[in-house]
């Protein structure tokens, strides 16, 4: 938006995205009868996750500015109408389940807007009844800068994570940390996941049961604000179902609180690394945040340097294997 609304723009802003008066948030909310048909589910599902979505992205995230008036949580309609190159009364009607037809290209645009993660684009393409016409599409909330600050942090081992502790994004000392997270499906680069799931990633964890337990209380803390999201319904459903030490755990109903400290990893490659774990958050709210592994001693120094220097050689021989048998 190339210049802040006016103050009669944001009234009647405010006026446009506030809730509905009683008798309309009736007919809105009423439950489907049992003639209902999963269309109409699905129109209201995708309907209150869009406006889930943009509820929860302020103006700064996404370059525009706040103005002077503002009492709609997150972004207004409008405004997310113009990053996706909509109509407003379109995108309102979407919000408002109405039977009218999405195309994969506006989700894909409003995906971007909302800057969902892969998770959560899946979820939208899903609810829309729509094929992702680019399902491996970068993470909008990592930024080229982020990727970049990722690139740059080697041989440190960093990564960006969201509140459901899904790996978004990481650089190359930290694919190869616990495990070789490259070689794993989108859907199982989650810590938690990981940490009761998968063997390698076990192997490597030299506190495991400390670590477990807090995985699972920061898991249930951060879910407070997301219990009737299918995303994190699904990820507990996962993991009930794949691992008997995450339902005793689940079932105590601890809570952590998310924090960093020092981890020792025994590396398969390297061995023993000893780092201070720290947590960047990069929005106002614990979202997305910058997850770093940052070496306490020489010796962990030179560790991640030799990894990086591993997987530098292995992609470098791979490579040119690929152009030989080209």
């Known amino acids: 938006m190339s210049a802040p609304f006016d103050a009669a723009n944001d009234v009647a802003n405010d006026v446009a995205n506030a809730p509905l008066n009683d008798a309309a948030s009736d007919v809105a909310n009423a439950p489907l009868n049992d ?13 209150a996750f869009l406006r889930s979505r943009r509820e929860r992205i ?3 995230q996404v370059g525009l500015p706040r103005g002077r008036r503002r009492r709609t949580p997150g972004l207004r309609r409008e405004e997310v109408a113009h990053l996706s190159a909509v109509g407003v009364t379109w995108y309102t009607w979407l919000e ?15 995906a971007g807007a909302l800057l969902l993660d ?11 009844g729509a094929a992702d016409p680019h399902p491996e599409a970068p ?9 970049r600050l990722l690139d740059q942090l080697e041989p440190v081992p960093a990564a960006i994570q969201n509140s459901r502790y899904d790996f978004l994004a990481h650089n190359r000392t930290f694919g190869q940390l616990f495990c070789d ?3 794993l499906p989108r859907e199982d680069r989650n810590s938690l996941w990981l940490a009761f799931t998968n063997e390698d990633f076990r192997a490597s964890v030299t506190d495991l049961p400390e670590v477990t ?20 319904k699904e990820l507990v459903r996962r993991l009930e179902e794949a691992s ?46 910058l997850v770093t592994y940052v070496p306490v001693d020489d010796a962990t120094q030179a560790g991640v340097a030799r990894l990086l220097d591993l997987v530098v050689r292995e992609r470098e021989a791979q490579a040119e294997g690929a152009l030989a048998v080209a």
């Open 58 to 60: 302020t103006p700064e």
């Open 139 to 147: 993470c909008p909330a990592v930024t080229p800068t982020l990727r």
């Open 118 to 128: 892969p998770t959560e684009r899946s979820h939208l393409f899903a609810l829309a």
């Open 35 to 47: 003639a209902a048909s999963e269309t109409d589910v699905r129109r209201h599902e995708l309907a």
């Open 244 to 289: 008997p030490e995450f339902r005793e755990l689940w079932a105590r109903h601890e809570v952590v609180a998310p924090g960093g400290r020092v981890k020792v990893i025994r590396n398969a490659r390297v061995g023993l690394l000893s780092f201070e774990h720290t947590n960047l958050w990069l929005g106002p709210n614990a979202g997305t945040h």
């Open 213 to 232: 337990r807090a995985l699972a209380g920061k898991l249930r803390a951060a879910m407070a604000e997301h219990l009737a999201e299918p995303a994190w």
């Open 181 to 183: 997270l490259d070689a």
């Open 96 to 110: 408002q389940a109405r039977d009218i037809q999405v195309s994969p290209q506006v989700l894909d645009a409003l």
